[in-house]
C-alpha cells in the first residue's frame, strides 16, 4: 500500500468512521441523560489520534510531491480547499468544542454530537476534495 492509499483511504475512513460513530454515540448519551462515560471519552481521544495521524501521514505526503485531486491537476485550489475541510476547520472545531465543554454551560455530550456530526462532514468533504478535487 502507498502513502496516498494510506492516507486516503486507510486512515481517511477510519478518521470518517470514528466521527459519524463519536457523533451518534454522544448524541445517545445526551438523550439517555448519561453523565460518566469514561469509555466515550477515550473514544473521542482515539478519534483526535486519527486525526493527528492522519494529518502527518498527508504533511509526509505533501512533502513528497503529493497532492490532492485527480492526477494532472494544478494542485493549488485542491489543496487550500483539502487543507481548510482537512485540518483547519476540524482543528477549530475540537479547540472550541473542548472550551465549551470544559465551561460546563452545556452538556458535554450535546457539544460532542454536534463536533462529531460537523468533523464527519467535513472529513467527507476533504476526501472528497482528495479524490476529486475543488
Same mark, same amino acid.
Given at each position: 500500500?502507498?502513502?496516498?492509499? +494510506?492516507? =486516503?483511504?486507510?486512515?481517511?475512513?477510519? /478518521?470518517?468512521?470514528?466521527?459519524?460513530?463519536?457523533?451518534?454515540?454522544?448524541? @445517545?448519551?445526551?438523550? %439517555? #441523560?448519561? &453523565? &460518566?462515560?469514561?469509555?466515550?471519552?477515550?473514544? /473521542?481521544?482515539?478519534?483526535?489520534?486519527?486525526?493527528?495521524?492522519?494529518?502527518?501521514? *498527508?504533511?509526509?505526503?505533501? @512533502?513528497?510531491? =503529493?497532492?490532492?485531486?485527480?492526477?494532472?491537476?494544478?494542485? !493549488? =485550489?485542491?489543496?487550500?480547499? #483539502?487543507?481548510?475541510? !482537512? /485540518?483547519?476547520?476540524? +482543528?477549530?472545531?475540537?479547540? /472550541?468544542? #473542548?472550551?465549551?465543554?470544559?465551561?460546563? %454551560?452545556?452538556?458535554?455530550?450535546?457539544?460532542?454530537?454536534?463536533?462529531?456530526?460537523?468533523?464527519?462532514?467535513?472529513?467527507?468533504?476533504?476526501?472528497?476534495? *482528495?479524490?476529486? *478535487?475543488?
Amino acid at each position: 500500500m502507498n502513502l496516498t492509499a +494510506l492516507h =486516503g483511504y486507510l486512515i481517511g475512513f477510519a /478518521v470518517i468512521g470514528s466521527w459519524v460513530i463519536i457523533g451518534f454515540w454522544s448524541l @445517545a448519551l445526551r438523550l %439517555r #441523560h448519561y &453523565e &460518566e462515560t469514561p469509555t466515550f471519552w477515550k473514544a /473521542v481521544s482515539v478519534a483526535q489520534v486519527l486525526l493527528a495521524i492522519q494529518l502527518l501521514v *498527508g504533511l509526509v505526503a505533501l @512533502a513528497l510531491g =503529493g497532492r490532492p485531486g485527480p492526477p494532472g491537476n494544478d494542485g !493549488g =485550489g485542491a489543496l487550500l480547499f #483539502h487543507l481548510s475541510y !482537512g /485540518v483547519l476547520s476540524p +482543528l477549530v472545531v475540537l479547540v /472550541v468544542a #473542548h472550551r465549551f465543554a470544559r465551561e460546563g %454551560r452545556w452538556n458535554p455530550h450535546a457539544i460532542f454530537a454536534l463536533v462529531g456530526l460537523v468533523n464527519f462532514g467535513l472529513a467527507v468533504r476533504a476526501w472528497q476534495v *482528495g479524490i476529486f *478535487g475543488p
